[in-house]
């Protein structure tokens, strides 16, 4: 058996193989309201049905101010429980597991109203300037990813991810070039990872379940975070019960970042070997091959795949004719899945 396809088991969830749908924004909750509606049932049954061992929802976000856009998924309300649930129900049912990425835009939220960030800089001139975040404002943001955490457990979640990367809230706060703030939660690097570290508190009262952590490994920029320097934060991650760092990079700042088929496998790499937590990788992975190859070498212990399984709804199928190993089909599907 191929090592991709091997179970692994964090906590109590053992996953079928190692393989992982990636949070992505799909903006369709079109009533503005973050509530779930048909095409998210949709397009998650799909991956679980095409036999993806774990689907983490896209970017939810814990308040209104915090979302992408005004067409996010939310779990601020107990409204959001419901439809949630249902999206789990579905994959479990076709027997993958089922995470949430709990989420906060920051500086980079496009909504109509005021947004938040730990200093008031504009990502750039096309967004607005934030409002630079009180303490009561970080303490009722930790509450909401809290808050966020709970409604997830009821929704029936496997598996809970929180947002640090990609410029969002959490990234702004533990990076230098967007954190300029003098009081405890900026300057230092443990000032900086002040936020995360109450989140994840906060969570790990309420959540005895995996727990991952999305970081942006390295802000190519001058100043900025590198996968070394996250080697320390990624410590911390660990004594907190952090189980997986989700390895990305970037956007933090504007920067031109010049991509290749697994430019950012590197990076998961470091933070694995310095920090000895287990992590997953994520970029311009696109085959069976180059997967296998990822988790043999002990570069990461989970693939992340974002655009291939928007491209191949079915590509673990494809993954295992590639690295000829017979897996499971879907009992409907036998007659036509063949090796």
């Known amino acids: 058996m191929a090592k991709l396809f091997e179970p692994f088991t964090i906590r109590d969830i053992e996953f079928k193989n190692r393989i992982v749908m990636s949070p992505m924004c799909m903006y369709s909750s079109h009533n503005e309201d973050g509530m779930i509606e048909d095409w998210h049932k949709t397009h998650y049954t799909t991956r679980a ?13 814990v308040q209104p101010a915090g979302r992408i856009s005004i067409q996010d998924l939310g779990i601020w309300s107990d409204d959001h429980i419901d439809g949630l649930a249902e999206v789990v129900r ?9 995470g949430i990425q ?14 938040y960030a730990p200093s008031a800089i504009a990502f750039n001139d096309k967004y607005k300037t934030p409002v630079e975040m ?64 109450e989140i994840i508190d906060e969570v ?38 952090v189980d997986l760092i989700d390895v990305s990079s970037g956007a933090v700042v504007p920067v031109r970042i010049d991509v290749f088929p697994g ?9 694995k070997a310095g920090a000895d937590i287990p992590t997953g990788a994520v970029g311009l992975i696109t085959t069976g091959i180059q997967a296998e190859e990822i988790v043999k070498n ?7 795949l974002a655009r291939e399984l928007l491209r191949d709804p079915y590509w673990p199928y494809t993954a295992a004719k590639e690295l000829r190993v017979e897996i499971q089909s879907p009992k409907q599907y036998e007659r036509g899945w063949m090796f």
């Not at 579905?90 to 089922?98: I, N």
């Not at 790990?204 to 991952?212: K, Q, S, V």
């Not at 002990?298 to 992340?304: E, L, T």
């Open 204 to 241: 790990r009262t309420i959540w005895e379940g995996p727990l991952f952590v999305r970081i942006s490994a390295f802000d190519y920029s001058e100043g900025g975070m590198t996968p070394e320097a996250y080697i320390e934060m990624a410590k911390w991650m660990k004594e907190q019960s």
């Open 263 to 271: 430019y950012q496998v590197k990076f998961s790499e470091t933070i």
């Open 298 to 304: 002990g570069r990461a212990d989970m693939i992340f």
């Open 90 to 98: 579905l994959m479990q049912h076709h027997g993958a597991k089922a």
């Open 49 to 61: 049905v095409g036999q993806v061992g774990l689907i983490i929802v896209e970017a939810t976000a």
């Open 134 to 197: 009180s303490k009561d404002d970080i303490k009722t943001t930790v509450q909401a990813f809290k808050d966020g955490a709970i409604r997830s457990k009821k929704a029936g979640f496997d598996v809970i991810e929180l947002h640090g990367a990609h410029g969002y809230l959490i990234n702004e706060f533990l990076s230098p070039l967007s954190n300029k703030r003098i009081d405890e939660y900026g300057g230092s690097a443990e000032n900086r990872y002040r936020l995360l570290r």
């Open 102 to 115: 709990l989420a906060h835009a920051g500086r980079k939220a496009t909504v109509n109203s005021d947004i």
